[in-house]
């Protein structure tokens, strides 16, 4: 073998080697970005499984939130629909009670305190008294002089007189003063009316303090 052939065998085996490590140096750069990639590529699914956690019981807080808000305005709906129906109930039985007939000489004493209180309330003065059309023969001029003494025994100095026209009311009286400028009204359904608030309060604090186990879940008590 020449010198020359010698030289080239070295040569082709020179860069056969460089190619050599050359391919091996591509191959561990290539297995270390392979693993370096695989390594962020279970970083980033850590990081977005813990995203998909943390937003899955963000969601599932706001959710128990939004139930207990929903059972907490369900409970008062309840609790407020319960009060109307007894003060409904009430106030059917309180109508009821009041228009039971009552013999003559009751009657025309509660006609009789209804427009004395209701004079005292206008403070006194020229009071024209309003009736229903049956109540007109009962609430007779003898029944306001005696009213009318009544009122003066408080200090309230009243003029008391039958106006002319009836009110469609079921009973009691409406008291006017000054041409009708004043007025109170001391009927029957006016009182029921006055009534109502007071009667919203109690009903509402009886509910409310548990004492009508009978009428609401412990449970939607709870809740309100």
């Known amino acids: 073998m020449t010198t020359t052939q010698e030289g080239l065998q070295a040569l082709a085996q020179r860069i056969l080697d460089d190619a050599r490590r050359q391919g091996e140096t591509i191959i561990e750069e290539g297995e270390a970005h392979a693993d370096l990639t695989i390594t962020q590529a279970?970083?980033?699914?850590?990081?977005?499984?813990?995203?998909?956690?943390?937003?899955?019981?963000?969601?599932?807080?706001?959710?128990?939130?939004?139930?207990?808000?929903?059972?907490?305005?369900?409970a008062k709906r309840v609790l407020l629909a319960k009060r109307e129906e007894l003060i409904n109930r009430t106030f059917e039985r309180a109508w009821q009670q009041l228009l039971q007939p009552r013999?003559?000489?009751?009657?025309a004493a509660v006609l009789r305190r209804l427009t004395v209180e209701g004079a005292a309330r206008l403070g006194g003065g020229m009071?024209?008294?309003?009736?229903?059309?049956?109540?007109?023969?009962?609430?007779s001029p003898e029944t306001l002089r005696?009213?009318?003494?009544?009122?003066?025994?408080?200090?309230?100095?009243?003029?008391?007189?039958?106006?002319?026209?009836?009110e469609a009311i079921a009973g009691?009286?409406?008291?006017?003063?000054?041409?009708?400028?004043?007025?109170?009204?001391?009927?029957f359904e006016g009182r029921l009316e006055r009534m109502k608030d007071r009667l919203r309060l109690e009903v509402w604090q009886m509910l409310s303090a548990g004492q009508a186990a009978d009428v609401i879940s412990p449970e939607i008590r709870r809740a309100a």
């Open 127 to 139: 009071l024209e008294i309003r009736v229903n059309s049956a109540d007109r023969s009962v609430l």
């Open 42 to 74: 279970r970083e980033e699914i850590e990081t977005t499984r813990a995203q998909i956690l943390a937003d899955a019981e963000e969601r599932a807080a706001s959710l128990r939130r939004q139930a207990a808000s929903s059972a907490r305005v369900e």
């Open 103 to 107: 013999p003559p000489e009751q009657y």
């Open 146 to 166: 005696t009213a009318e003494d009544e009122l003066r025994q408080s200090g309230i100095k009243a003029n008391l007189y039958l106006a002319e026209q009836t």
């Open 172 to 187: 009691g009286v409406i008291i006017a003063k000054d041409g009708g400028r004043m007025v109170f009204d001391n009927s």
